[in-house]
């Protein structure tokens, strides 16, 4: 391979695979994918979720060591995907009340966000959010800015993530030596890859069936709307066919070799019988019942997972990637169950792949979210070029070449980004010398109340001495004899 001088690496954590991705930008906007590792992760991640951070560490050590063979160069930073079971949507509402004929400007919306960022959740936290239709007085509107109003209403749905799984997630590449350059949403980055303009303005689900996991992403007018995770997923079938009395290895090669998300019952044989080693044989009937069966729950849950407010409006259909769209008559079987007429099978992104990698060829949406995340990537990750004769490097060699990015607020990133640890400390930094300033004000318009209540508890005082009895006598007393003075 030539020497390559910049590009892009991403490292999506699944399930059953860490994946970790090496290409290179064109100015035609094609990605040219250069590096392509895998390596399996069932025993540390279950369900998209960290549970042994000393072997995702090990792993992840393993991979940027096998990208960096291949493309002769050191990796001073990556691109992550941040996904599992623990991600879920939530929606809030914060309300500004007014004064009179108020024009709304950018600052009021930024303080109904930082409202909103503040919440606390607990045991969890806000990885992101996208913001829904504000509501001004009784209209509803994309941007208020410039809206003459008496009331301001924001829609915010929170993404949210157990905040044990987040900090194990960080410290696996801290453990790891590995920088992150950003970290992404990976449903997201997945959305942003294969869905169309057209799709999410009209209304769409995006459904990942992955190993573990499948992911529901529902968008409407451009804006996500809903994101689930569900805890079911292409194993699961794997696991019902072993219950055959078979290893899941035989297993997942009979539901790779035979299964179909839907059978219509004219087209069973009732004496077909499938292969499950040179001696046994199981009944086609039964092996189609344990698949649709699993098949049907997964699909029965993603249609819950589907709001009620946006069910009927998802005129973009429902589009299904991942590794479990690959099965036979997917289509047919979401629409039977949702009677979703609408659906498509994306097995590809929508950016030009050049690539000679046979993974990457072969399109069976496997590759879809660690594409996606390589899409998003907008730092070079490139380091100096690995010298065959120091194979161990220093640290100069490591050192990254590139700037880092000036950290940003929670309301300046785009929506699938997540905050970064040092974009997290500066958030944290600026709330901490808010609350001083707010302090310090309200500290400082306390003292002004207390001394204007003294200057007229002062005044009170002098008026009701000037005003009382032993004055008024007083000033009679000075009177007459002022007067008798005047007439001697």
């Known amino acids: 391979m030539a020497e390559v001088k910049d590009f892009i690496v991403a490292i999506e954590l699944g399930s059953s695979k860490v994946t970790g991705i090496a290409g290179q930008k064109k100015p035609d906007g094609s990605i040219s994918v250069l590096a392509l590792v895998k390596e399996n992760s069932s025993s540390f991640i279950r369900k998209g979720v960290v549970y042994n951070i000393d072997k995702t560490a090990q792993c ?16 001073t930073q990556v691109f992550v995907g941040v996904g599992g079971q623990s991600i879920r949507s939530v929606k809030n509402t914060v309300v500004k009340d007014l004064p009179a004929d108020s024009i709304i400007t950018q600052e009021m919306v930024v303080e109904l966000m930082d409202a909103n960022w503040n919440l606390d959740y607990p045991d969890q936290k806000i990885l992101d959010v996208a913001e829904q239709e504000y509501r001004v007085d009784s209209q509803l509107q994309m941007d208020p800015v410039g809206i003459r109003a008496a009331r301001l209403e924001g829609n ?28 992404y949403l990976a449903p997201l980055a997945l959305a942003n890859a294969v869905l169309t303009e057209a799709e999410k303005r009209s209304g769409c689900a995006l459904i990942d069936i992955g190993a573990d996991t499948t992911t529901v992403t529902v968008f409407w007018k451009n804006v996500l709307r809903h994101l689930a995770v569900i805890p079911l997923g292409s194993n699961n079938v794997t696991k019902d066919i072993a219950s055959l009395q078979m290893e899941e290895s035989e297993a997942e090669q009979m ?37 649709e069966g699993r098949m049907e729950e997964i699909i029965e849950n993603v249609r819950y997972q589907i709001p009620a407010d946006y069910y009927d409006k998802l005129l973009g259909g ?35 792949i050049n690539s000679s990698n046979e993974q990457v060829k072969a399109r069976n949406g496997m590759l879809n979210t660690v594409l996606g995340l390589l899409a998003k990537g907008d730092i070079n990750c490139a380091g100096n070029t690995i010298d065959p004769g120091n194979l161990f ?8 070449q590139t700037p880092d990015r000036k950290p940003r607020q929670a309301y300046e990133k785009e929506t699938g980004t997540i ?50 009895w032993f004055n008024k006598l007083k000033k009679k007393l000075i009177k007459v004899g002022s007067d008798m003075v005047s007439e001697e």
């Open 318 to 352: 429902l589009i299904i990637t991942g590794g479990g769209s690959n099965m036979k008559n997917i289509e047919q079987a979401f629409i039977s169950h949702t009677h979703i007429d609408k659906v498509r099978v994306a097995k590809f992104v929508n950016t030009t």
């Open 419 to 468: 905050r970064t640890a040092q974009e997290e400390e500066l958030a944290a930094e600026a709330q901490r010398r808010q609350k001083e300033e707010e302090e310090r004000l309200r500290q400082e318009q306390e003292r002004l109340i207390r001394e204007e209540e003294a200057r007229r508890a002062e005044e009170e005082r002098q008026r009701k001495r000037e005003n009382s």
């Open 156 to 183: 915010f749905l929170n993404i949210l993530e157990r905040t044990s799984f987040f900090q194990n997630l960080n410290k696996c590449f801290e453990t790891a030596n590995i920088k992150v350059a950003d970290m």
């Open 255 to 291: 539901k790779l070799k035979y299964a179909s998300a839907y059978t219509d019952n004219n087209d069973i044989d009732p004496n077909l019988k499938y292969s499950i080693d040179t001696e046994r044989q199981v009944e086609s009937r039964k092996f189609i019942e344990i698949v």
């Open 393 to 400: 490097g220093d640290e100069e060699q490591t050192a990254s």
């Open 60 to 75: 992840l050590t393993s991979i940027v060591k096998k990208l960096e063979t291949q493309m002769k160069a050191r990796i």
